[in-house]
């Protein structure tokens, strides 16, 4: 169960509607572009985050980082089967970009999609490592990110690559983890709790008193064919 969670912050840059302005990722899933609105994620963590944050861990030194990790990737198209734990290269984060040591990941719709040969993964994602969410610490950090640290306990939306030991971000895509939630709880929000959120109270514009009762049943089936 995720804990309810504050009302999303309201778009300062670009426009989900039209795809418009910087810092807006998107993706194709099941035909239709999926835009992400970079502003959903602050470039940097709140004053206030960081206080609630401040009885985790604190690494102000680069963590020292092995060659190689393990992750699961798609071996074919098929079921669950298809996913094999395999060993790959620690990935090294590119300008504007963090590595994340994972500690918990999201599994979401477009995952199993992918496996099962209807969703390519976007350009410059890795072509069979799925994975759009997860949570862990920084690990490193790119050239020209500011705001971060190594040590900070984040959760990121990806465009694919979560499902392995260490994952790179953009950087404007991380969320501190609020400091009562676990990673596993907060691996759900940029992808899972965000769209239905989204969906939900913004765009359904759910009501007190009313019942979701159409996406309740959409998600069963959805559940299912997974």
Known sequence: MVPPMAPPP?????????GAGKGVMARKEAGEARIYPSSRYPAAPSAKLRANNAKLPDYTRRMALPSTMSAIAITGVGGPEMLQVTTRPVPAPGAGEVLIQVEAIGVCRPDSLQRRGMHPPPPGASPDIPGLEVAGKIASLGAGVSGWKAGDAVCALLPGGGYAQFAVAPHQQLLLLPGNWTAIEAATLPENAFT???NIFRRGRLSAGETD???????SSHMSES
């Open 10 to 18: 309201q778009k300062t840059t670009g426009s989900s509607d039209d």
């Open 213 to 219: 009762r159409k996406s309740t049943r959409l998600n």
């Open 196 to 198: 239905s959120y989204d």
